[in-house]
């Protein structure tokens, strides 16, 4: 694994996806590795990569793996074939996961314990801990084990996706006169995976043990009369990407529910064993799976590391964890959110930004909230994309619902990993009389919208809510987000044109002010770009910021490349996977490339073209990719109000550029270096959490 390959070929303009993702993780793990980061923060960074890379390899990998089945010998617009980029994506991952595996065993969990904060494993156990540990797994482990030794009456057992597994080496003779050799024991996802010791047990304050330490240590227990000659951890990762054939569909609803009971049986593409796991237990594992040493990852500490996020949460220290942020409720919701005549009057009035976490979500809910309960509010629309289990806002609309007004909700049953939960609450608003429509089939909802009609002096007037964001109340105090609350009666309209078309059917209506895939968004920002390219050509000023989570899209990429040769200054500040390639001569040297990795995840879209000092600002729920621009409804919405403008304009940009605390630069062949600190420090989240915070 100490080889290694260049990240991209010589003649490539564009940058390999999953390198760039790979290369975002190791920034997400370079927040846990600096010691500037709280402690429990620093474990926190680590169990989200190690969540990152569950995702990465249920679905990039698997698409990866069925490229080289479909079509080996394809190259790919990043100069690769598939099994050159597997090659080279296999390679970056176990350098991440050995960086990963190294921090965790090395620093962190060292630093813990000496902070009274620990796991404590077998080796170290007193005899009080012993007692209690054995005692712990007799009463609450064993009897929800069942143990399968393998034999041709025992076949090896069906494995669900990211399940705690154990191999357990054996020897000697049964009751029946079997000669036992392999058993495997499942973990069932009822037992806890982290369990707290008393305080008087441990020895330390925050004393805690995992469960495959008791099951490694007591799994003899199972075997009476057998030699136990090791028992080691182990987990499958399997293709998690749902299919659904869109042609032969009659309910979507219905068909995927049926898919989802088989998405966790899906092919295997990783293996993660113990690190002390003998080799012919590899192989055997290797096998059963289908799987190569080469997707086989060798862990030091808990095989699925982010359960360890439950003692980021769990623990009670302050000074471990980031200072508590409060973001404020501006005004003028600060003094009229329980009082819907107030807040409505006070969007009339002009429109209203919302800049999350640093500010509140109480705005969105408080307008939601309003339209729930006014009696002159006659009828609400909103898509939702991901909204969580314990949701609010979905509260308020099925209340809404109940109370007799119109209520149409497109819930998009394909969020990835949320299709579960979007079902359900679909099923409860049908329940309520609720207008429930799924979108259309084959282009994903992305949109973010709130549509409010109210009666006022006789007719009907529409209010609006137009996000970068999901309407998740947990995620908005992570992730950032801009939100605009407006009663322009163009955008709303045009809103409402949008409702109607994923609702019903009909032609493509013309739109005033919004963008919307997949129809005008994507040829919008390549005209953008190309008269930024015509103006630098003419001598003029001429410039194009774009703030977003990825830039993979090759046609746009390619536009901003020849911008940047007629001399366009371009700042791109995308958070995660990039394709393009900043600062190559003859290509992109007027392009420069950041990505800001802090306290909180970078989320908003944010699109800024100097348009002869026009200054044409866009908001948006789409990146620079092609399933944003050609596989689902997304919008963009233009920002107005000069003042908000320029506020976006220092909040996403100026800011940004500034920043020397959590930025990095990209580099031509798609590495990151962390830009140094040039003058007073700066950290653009810290500023912001004075700027718009308490």
Not at 143 to 166: C, E, Q, W
Not at 518 to 529: G, K, R
Request: net charge neutral; aromatic share 8%.
């Amino acid at each position: 694994m100490g080889l290694r390959m260049p990240l991209l070929p010589p003649k490539s303009t564009l940058l390999n996806r999953e390198l760039s993702l790979l290369k975002f993780n190791e920034r997400v793990l370079a927040m846990a590795e600096s010691r500037s980061t709280p402690l429990l923060e620093r474990l926190r960074y680590l169990c989200i990569v190690s969540s990152n890379l569950d995702e990465f390899f249920e679905i990039r990998i698997s698409s990866l793996k069925e490229q080289q089945r479909q079509n080996s010998s394809l190259v790919g617009d990043d100069g690769f074939t598939p099994a050159e980029a597997f090659e080279r994506v296999q390679l970056a991952a176990h350098s991440l996961v050995e960086r990963q595996n190294f921090l965790l065993t090395a620093q962190i969990l060292p630093k813990l314990m000496a902070e009274g904060i620990g796991l404590l494993e077998p080796p170290a156990w007193t005899e009080a801990l012993r007692e209690w540990a054995h005692a712990t797994f007799l009463r609450d482990v064993m009897p929800m084990l069942t143990p399968i030794g393998l034999d041709p009456a025992h076949p090896f057992p069906r494995v669900y996706n990211k399940s705690l597994n154990f191999i357990v080496s054996l020897a000697g003779q049964d009751a029946f006169g079997r000669r036992a050799s392999i058993a495997i024991v499942q973990a069932p996802r009822a037992l806890p995976r982290v369990i707290k010791v008393p305080p008087e047990i441990a020895g330390i304050a925050d004393g805690y043990m995992l469960l495959t330490a008791l099951i490694s240590e007591y799994v003899g227990e199972l075997f009476p009369g057998l030699e136990v000659k090791g028992c080691h951890q182990w987990r499958v990762t399997r293709n998690s990407d749902l299919f659904v054939d869109e042609e032969e569909i009659t309910n979507l609803r219905q068909a995927l529910q049926g898919e989802l009971s088989q998405r966790n049986f899906g092919a295997a593409v990783r293996l993660e064993i113990d690190h002390l796991m003998p080799v012919d237990l590899a192989s055997f594992l290797q096998g059963e799976f289908s799987l190569e040493p080469r997707d086989t990852y060798r862990v030091s500490g808990p095989v699925n590391l982010s359960r360890l996020m439950q003692l980021c949460n769990a623990v009670e220290r302050p000074d471990l964890i980031f200072p508590d942020y409060r973001p404020r409720v501006p005004a003028p919701f600060d003094e009229v959110s329980d009082r819907p005549d107030e807040l409505f009057a006070a969007i009339a009035q002009r429109d209203r930004l919302l800049h999350h976490p640093y500010q509140s979500f109480q705005p969105v809910i408080s307008f939601l909230t309003a339209a729930a309960s006014d009696p002159s509010v006659v009828a609400i629309k909103q898509t939702i994309y991901r909204t969580g289990e314990d949701s609010e806002l979905m509260r308020l609309l099925l209340a809404a619902a109940k109370a007799g007004k119109e209520v149409t909700v497109v819930v998009e049953l394909m969020a990835r990993f949320d299709e579960q939960t979007n079902i359900n609450w679909a099923a409860k608003l049908e329940a309520v009389g609720a207008h429930v429509s799924y979108g259309v089939v084959a282009h994903k909802t992305h949109a973010k919208m709130v549509l409010v009609l109210r009666r006022e002096e006789g007719r009907i007037r529409r209010y609006g809510h137009l996000g970068t964001g999901n309407y998740h109340l947990r995620t908005s105090k992570l992730y950032t987000d801009f939100g605009l609350l407006t009663a322009d009666q163009k955008l709303c309209e045009d809103m409402d044109k949008v409702f109607s078309l994923l609702t019903g059917l009909g032609a493509r209506r013309p739109l005033k002010m919004l963008l919307q895939s997949p129809f005008t968004l994507h040829e919008t920002m390549v005209a953008m770009i190309r008269a930024e390219a015509v103006n630098a050509r003419a001598g003029k000023k001429a410039r194009v910021m774009a703030k977003m989570n990825s830039l993979l899209e090759p046609i746009v990429i390619d536009e901003l490349y020849k911008a940047s040769q007629a001399g366009v200054k371009i700042d791109l500040i995308v958070r995660g996977a990039c394709a393009l390639r900043a600062g190559v001569a003859g290509l992109s040297e007027n392009i420069r490339v950041r990505s800001i990795i802090g306290r909180f995840l970078e989320h908003s879209r944010v699109f800024y073209f100097y348009n002869d000092g026009q200054e044409d600002v866009y908001l948006a729920s789409a990146d620079w990719m092609d399933r944003n621009f050609f596989r689902r409804v997304e919008v963009g919405f233009p920002v107005l109000d000069k003042s908000l403008k320029k506020r976006v304009i220092a909040e996403a940009f100026t800011y940004a550029l500034r920043d020397n605390q959590l930025a990095w630069r990209a580099q031509p062949d798609g590495s990151y270096v962390k830009v140094k600190s040039r003058g007073a420090p700066f950290n653009m989240h810290h500023y912001l959490m004075q700027l718009l915070g308490k």
